[in-house]
């Protein structure tokens, strides 16, 4: 029955996402859910509640989904017309809003572990080498430059200015991209981050010498 919703599931969010070209499209979710399934084997958690949360983490997202008012209505139409218990479509409800990150300054809302554990799945795949693909693509979609040195980063103190910022993507990695390794929730989160935190790092380095170098 559990492995029904969920196979259902994620057939239905593939076929939402399958167009997606701002770094959220089907293999995104697919890697969150694979990643939230990794770090569940190292957890007591309810691992249905984990996967689902995954699968439907980000039917209902602002970046995606700019007219939503803060309750995941897709994700939660979904769960009842699938016949998902009351009480298992709360729980999801509340990771999912608490889920994304929502600046620098901003206190981490996720309470539960399955939270900590669908939240760190998602944040492995915004770094490292995909990562690092998916903030270009992000930024590609909404239309940023891929860098400009005369515009330092922000550390946003709100949701409102990190959601109202229009930044270039090298800004990103330090608003969010490289904050992200000290904030995991778990043990393999943290461990898996490290590696590629430090892929980021040499990346960076590797670009700005590239820039500096560019009239040699
Ligand atoms: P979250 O819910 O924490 O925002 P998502 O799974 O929705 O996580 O993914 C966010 C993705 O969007 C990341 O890969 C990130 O790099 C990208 N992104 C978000 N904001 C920006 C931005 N301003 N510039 C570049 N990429 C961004
Ligand atoms: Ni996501």
Redesign the pocket.
Known sequence: MQEDILQATALHVRQVFERDS???DWW?IHR?WRNAIAICRHEQADRFVVELAALL??LD?W?LNPSADGTPAQALAWMQEQGVAAEVREQVREIITH???KGAGVVNGIRTLEGRIVQDA??L??IGAV?IG??FA??GH?G?LMHDPEQPPQLHATFEQYQS?E?T?IN?FH???LLLKNRMNTATGRRIAEERHAFMEAFLAQFHREWDDADH
């Open positions: 701002s770094g959220h995104h969150v983490h980000d997202d970046k889920l994304s990150f998602d944040r795949d915004a990562g998916r903030a992000y930024g909404k940023r910022s930044g993507t990103h608003e969010k991209l």
